[in-house]
């Protein structure tokens, strides 16, 4: 039994600094208080926000939920060991197994301790140098990111797309939902290239196309990103493409620019005016969000514009489909000789690698 109290008391600090490192008392006092703003009798007037808060409560809960039951079980078993009766030893054994079982399970959990990695994230793709070849290449991407999304049971709402002039697409924006979603998908941000026999010219060559990704926090409060108004432009344009009549027919498109940092953003994807300009608006917060992360600023102020060019050198990943068959991620290391799984949506040893690698391990 003295045995089996060390064990206990090894993983009860263990799970102790788990918690610590997580947050775990702020994010329980941010369950509780929501749920106080649940029950107030006026609570669902603004319908909106209601279902805003709710969907924060659900999270809330969906991450807490295992760390609270893990915690409880264990102080269940210390409880049981300070009885010291030997005829519990094996019950007692068995119960502690399963706890470190159930904890080794969530440890995976602490890889997300960035400011912003339980968000939903915005994926942008847009086709880089390498002409049709690199918007189909652009196309690729964007159904391995679907597919993944899928396996992992995230939702994936397309926010804008703009078709590419003879296959494939010039870019779109994804927003997609689900835990973690940003602290997963961070590792996608930056530029990926892609060589291949070109399917887009008689002699069938070797192209090689590039394509890049940015990944965003999604940012939909504005209390959270303040901008002040007289930095930002907003112009409104008739939209083009699909969409349906109305959409084709009216200044609904709405593109809004932070004056500071040259950020440009164009929505064009809803009927409606208002709903382009707060999509808009909250992929602009997402993108200066990103930028504060980047350039370690405190106030939106003190930011200075994103090096696109230097983004578009930083190439991140190859993926080689001839003359032999490979992807390799140039930050980790990591190599995958099944490209085809790979863009079939089987990214999480890669998001792996890239977790093991920022932490240093």
């Given at each position: 039994?003295?045995?089996?109290e060390?064990?206990a008391?090894?993983?009860?600090?263990?799970?102790?600094g788990a918690?610590?490192?997580?947050?775990f008392?702020?994010?329980?006092a941010q369950r509780?208080e929501?749920?106080?703003?649940?029950?107030?009798?006026?609570?669902w007037?603004?319908?909106a926000?209601a279902?805003?808060?709710?969907?924060q409560?659900a999270?809330?809960?969906?991450?807490?939920?295992?760390?609270?039951?893990l915690q409880?079980?264990l102080?269940?078993?210390?409880e049981?060991?300070?009885l010291d009766d030997?005829?519990?030893?094996?019950d007692?054994?068995?119960q502690l197994?399963?706890v470190?079982?159930d904890?080794d399970?969530?440890?995976?959990?602490l890889?997300?301790s960035?400011?912003h990695?339980?968000r939903?994230?915005v994926l942008s793709?847009?086709?880089?140098?390498?002409g049709?070849?690199?918007?189909d290449?652009?196309?690729?991407?964007?159904?391995?990111?679907?597919?993944?999304?899928?396996q992992?049971g995230?939702?994936?709402q397309?926010i804008?797309e703009?078709?590419?002039?003879?296959?494939?697409?010039k870019s779109v924006?994804?927003?997609?939902?689900?835990?973690?979603?940003y602290?997963k998908?961070k590792s996608?941000?930056?530029v990926?290239?892609l060589?291949?026999?070109?399917p887009f010219?008689?002699?069938?060559?070797r192209?090689?196309?590039?394509a890049?990704?940015d990944?965003?926090?999604l940012?939909d409060?504005p209390?959270e990103?303040?901008i002040?108004?007289?930095?930002?432009?907003?112009?409104v344009?008739r939209?083009g493409?699909?969409?349906?009549?109305s959409?084709?027919t009216?200044?609904s498109?709405?593109?809004v620019?932070h004056?500071?940092t040259?950020?440009?953003?164009s929505i064009?994807?809803?009927?409606s005016?208002?709903?382009n300009?707060?999509?808009?608006?909250?992929?602009?917060r997402?993108?200066?969000?990103?930028?504060?992360?980047?350039?370690?600023?405190?106030?939106?102020?003190?930011?200075k514009g994103?090096?696109?060019?230097?983004?578009?050198?930083n190439?991140?990943?190859?993926y080689v489909?001839?003359?032999y068959?490979?992807?390799?991620?140039?930050?980790?290391r990591?190599?995958s000789s099944?490209?085809?799984?790979?863009?079939d949506g089987?990214?999480d040893?890669?998001?792996d690698a890239?977790l093991?690698?920022?932490l240093g391990g």
């Amino acid at each position: 039994m003295q045995e089996l109290e060390k064990t206990a008391a090894r993983l009860k600090l263990a799970l102790d600094g788990a918690l610590a490192k997580i947050g775990f008392a702020n994010l329980l006092a941010q369950r509780d208080e929501l749920a106080q703003q649940m029950a107030q009798p006026d609570f669902w007037q603004n319908n909106a926000q209601a279902q805003k808060v709710s969907q924060q409560h659900a999270a809330l809960e969906r991450r807490l939920a295992p760390w609270v039951s893990l915690q409880k079980q264990l102080n269940d078993c210390l409880e049981l060991i300070y009885l010291d009766d030997e005829s519990l030893l094996g019950d007692l054994t068995q119960q502690l197994t399963a706890v470190q079982a159930d904890f080794d399970a969530l440890k995976a959990q602490l890889r997300f301790s960035g400011p912003h990695d339980t968000r939903d994230a915005v994926l942008s793709i847009y086709a880089g140098a390498g002409g049709t070849d690199a918007q189909d290449w652009a196309a690729m991407l964007l159904r391995m990111y679907v597919r993944w999304a899928e396996q992992q049971g995230y939702s994936v709402q397309t926010i804008d797309e703009s078709a590419g002039d003879e296959a494939g697409i010039k870019s779109v924006t994804l927003e997609i939902s689900g835990d973690f979603a940003y602290g997963k998908l961070k590792s996608e941000h930056g530029v990926h290239r892609l060589v291949r026999l070109s399917p887009f010219n008689s002699d069938n060559l070797r192209q090689t196309s590039f394509a890049k990704v940015d990944v965003l926090p999604l940012i939909d409060s504005p209390d959270e990103v303040a901008i002040d108004d007289k930095d930002l432009k907003i112009d409104v344009f008739r939209s083009g493409g699909h969409g349906g009549q109305s959409v084709n027919t009216t200044d609904s498109a709405v593109r809004v620019t932070h004056l500071p940092t040259g950020i440009t953003v164009s929505i064009q994807n809803e009927r409606s005016q208002l709903q382009n300009k707060e999509t808009a608006l909250s992929i602009v917060r997402s993108k200066l969000a990103q930028l504060q992360l980047e350039q370690h600023a405190e106030r939106v102020s003190e930011l200075k514009g994103p090096n696109e060019q230097a983004a578009w050198g930083n190439q991140i990943r190859s993926y080689v489909l001839h003359p032999y068959k490979q992807v390799k991620d140039l930050r980790t290391r990591y190599e995958s000789s099944d490209p085809d799984a790979v863009l079939d949506g089987d990214l999480d040893p890669l998001i792996d690698a890239y977790l093991e690698h920022i932490l240093g391990g």
